[in-house]
């Protein structure tokens, strides 16, 4: 690749063994952005990021240099990649999908200034379980203004910056992208990406976008990137100096007429991810890297007998985190969608649980995904239908089986539901 001819590593990863493969990645291109990266990499790390691909374009100081970053470096869990010369965001995505694609399920490319949020879940990986079928996962901007600060304030952004961006509501049509590499083409934009021939990209109400689409219907119910664009007057005049990442200009996404108007007006407030940053905060202040959960298992029983184990302990999010690495390697095992689907219903969550179980069926027609069935529909409150799914079970030659437990499951089923 020409365009990124003089690109160096600091560390020259190896890709991953096969039973190794990450689920969540994330990559960013930063320049002279010291300040922001602990707090960017902690909160991610709490939300299920399992690795950082970290492009420094010409930091006055090398950012491998951070110390915190330096010990992502130790444990495995960050590669720096140097990228110098101007508008190299594009070119370090492209760098990125190429060479660090294949090690891992999905890559979300974001800024240091974006933080992904999910009201939803406590794990962003749980929320992608869901999006599998697709190339990406594109999550609208919710953009906050300065809050008032003339100058940078001491602690985290999630804290100083709590303010809407006011007046300028059109901005957050915009999407950032959580893709899949084996199901992308090529990047088009700082913001979206070509799928391959038959793949597509949706929002999180599975809403399909064009090809390439830099904007979306805007949608922040499931999820969304805090996208903390000018922060303080003081970072907004060094952001504006420093020029953009994406295009050969030096106009910033926000003028200074812009950052007045809104600097004057108090935004709309929204602390829906403050409760994070005593995590935070005590990570930073130890020099501590969050726990990192992932599996690491050769076979699918082995998955599911661990996934048995979280669930016996009520670890819900454990549970299925150690799904999201199986559907790695086993995606098309029915087994693997009807505990999916088991962990929904449990949560309430029963439209979910259902489109699950269609993905179970697509594979095999299991005795236990019937079973499933008919326990969501029970939960739905839809008992009619729950019978007919019992007596599918009781009399259909192509799912009769020997298991006692399944038998004696139908007999109290038949008394339920008589």
């Keep these: 690749m020409n365009s990124c001819a003089r690109m160096t590593t600091d560390i020259n990863p190896t890709l991953l063994p096969e039973y190794r493969m990450r689920y969540l990645s994330a990559c960013c291109i930063l320049k002279d952005e010291v300040p922001f990266i602990a707090e960017w990499l902690t909160y991610h790390s709490l939300v299920g990021v399992e690795h950082f691909f970290v492009y420094d374009n010409e930091s006055a100081v090398p950012i491998s240099g951070h110390p915190l970053l330096k010990k992502y470096l130790e444990a495995g869990r960050a590669t720096v990649v140097s990228m110098p010369g101007k508008t190299r965001q594009l070119p370090a995505y492209s760098h990125c999908l190429e060479n660090f694609g294949p090690s891992s399920k999905w890559i979300a490319f974001i800024d240091l200034d974006e933080f992904i949020c999910t009201s939803e879940f406590q794990d962003i990986r749980q929320l992608l379980a869901e999006f599998e079928d697709y190339a990406c996962l594109a999550a609208n901007w919710l953009c906050f203004g300065s809050s008032g600060h003339l100058k940078r304030p001491e602690g985290l952004v999630l804290q100083n910056y709590q303010e809407l961006l006011t007046g300028q509501a059109h901005i ?13 083409d090529r990047v088009r934009t700082a913001h979206s990406f070509y799928p391959k021939n038959g793949e597509y990209a949706v ?57 007045y ?6 935004g709309e407030r929204d602390n829906s991810v403050e409760h994070y940053s005593a995590q935070i905060a005590e990570f930073i202040k130890t020099g501590q890297l969050p726990p990192l959960f992932v599996q690491d298992l050769p076979d699918l029983d082995a998955c599911m007998a661990s996934c048995a184990e979280f669930i016996r302990r009520g670890e819900i999010v454990q549970a299925e985190v150690c799904l999201c690495h199986a559907s790695i390697h086993f995606s098309e095992e029915a087994q693997l969608w009807v505990m999916r689907a088991f962990l929904r219903r449990h949560q309430q969550k029963i439209e979910q649980a259902l489109f699950f179980l269609q993905r179970a069926f697509r594979y095999n027609e299991l005795p236990q995904a019937y079973e499933e069935l008919m326990d969501v529909l029970i939960a739905a409150g839809q008992k009619r239908d729950a019978k007919k799914v019992l007596d599918f079970l009781k009399y259909a030659q192509t799912v009769q089986t020997k298991s006692a437990q399944l038998k004696r499951k139908l007999e109290i089923a038949e008394k339920l539901l008589a």
């Design 261 to 266: 108007k809104q600097s004057a007006q108090a």
């Design 203 to 259: 929002n999180a109400l599975h809403l399909p976008l064009s090809p390439g689409a830099p904007v979306c219907p805007l949608s922040h119910r499931r999820i969304r990137i805090n996208h903390y664009l000018i922060k303080s007057q003081q970072d907004f005049e060094h952001k504006s100096a420093r020029g953009r990442a994406d295009l050969d200009t030096g106009k910033p996404t926000l003028d200074y007429v812009t950052f």
């Design 172 to 184: 957050n049509l915009h999407i950032k992208s959580i893709v899949q590499p084996a199901k992308i």
